[in-house]
T-cell receptor, first 113, second 115 residues
Framework: DQQVKQNSPSLSVQEGRISILNCDYT??????FLWYKKYPAEGPTFLIS?????DKNEDGRFTVFLNKSAKHLSLHIVPSQPGDSAVYFC????????????FGKGTRLSVIA | KAGVTQTPRYLIKTRGQQVTLSCSPI?????VSWYQQTPGQGLQFLFE???????NKGNFPGRFSGRQFSNSRSEMNVSTLELGDSALYLC??????????????FGPGTRLTVL
């Protein structure tokens, strides 16, 4: 049973436009969410996180939105750049740290120049 | 600060063999977690070690095992390899643990191919 779902395996966006990557979760115990970015032949790198006490967190071009009632979060990248082309993983956990991160299957973003 | 290192980077084995992968965490990090990544399956949690003790374990068969040494370096072992074990094995380290608000830092992974 997948607790964290990224339903779009891939996404193509033109350079300069907005990229929106979506993630849904089923476990209501999750209260901390992260996005990781992964380039080929490298390990995932942390991008941005959000706690369930917030509904938005922004870091430069990256903004994560959380809709707790819908158990849905999204990552917005504005403006998208070719260097953003990578696989993006959504992950969820709880603040206690007693359970490990649960990852989605990832969305491959391609930003076309 | 040096990042998480994993050795070897690439490995080819045949079915039935066993393999040992190594991970050196970031200096000062006491938690090391292992993940398996296969095409289209995301990152699946294998286990976490903290201060030489296994603290969490994922849903993998007993052929997958690990350990952590006093310097926080960790190894994972897969015995009796199967074709389905072909994957990218990722190690991640953090100060306090595999979950919660403590950011995990990943190594580049070991690409294991089982023939």
């Amino acid at each position: 049973d997948q607790q964290v779902k990224q339903n779009s395996p891939s996404l193509s966006v033109q350079e300069g436009r907005i990229s929106i990557l979506n993630c849904d979760y089923t476990n209501s115990m999750f209260d901390y969410f992260l996005w990781y970015k992964k380039y080929p032949a490298e390990g995932p790198t942390f991008l941005i996180s959000i706690s369930s006490i917030k509904d938005k967190n922004e870091d430069g071009r990256f903004t994560v939105f959380l809709n707790k009632s819908a158990k849905h979060l999204s990552l917005h990248i504005v403006p998208s750049q070719p260097g953003d082309s990578a696989v993006y993983f959504c992950a969820a956990s709880d603040h206690s740290g007693n359970t490990p991160l649960v990852f989605g299957k990832g969305t491959r973003l391609s930003v076309i120049a | 600060k040096a990042g998480v290192t994993q050795t070897p980077r690439y490995l080819i084995k045949t079915r039935g063999q066993q393999v040992t992968l190594s991970c050196s965490p970031i200096s000062g990090h006491r938690s090391v977690s292992w993940y398996q990544q296969t095409p289209g399956q995301g990152l699946q949690f294998l286990f976490e070690y903290f201060s030489e003790t296994q603290r969490n374990k994922g849903n993998f068969p007993g052929r997958f095992s690990g350990r952590q040494f006093s310097n926080s370096r960790s190894e994972m072992n897969v015995s009796t390899l199967e074709l389905g074990d072909s994957a990218l094995y990722l190690c991640a380290s953090s100060y306090t643990g595999a979950g919660g608000v403590d950011t995990q830092y990943f190594g580049p992974g070991t690409r294991l191919t089982v023939l």
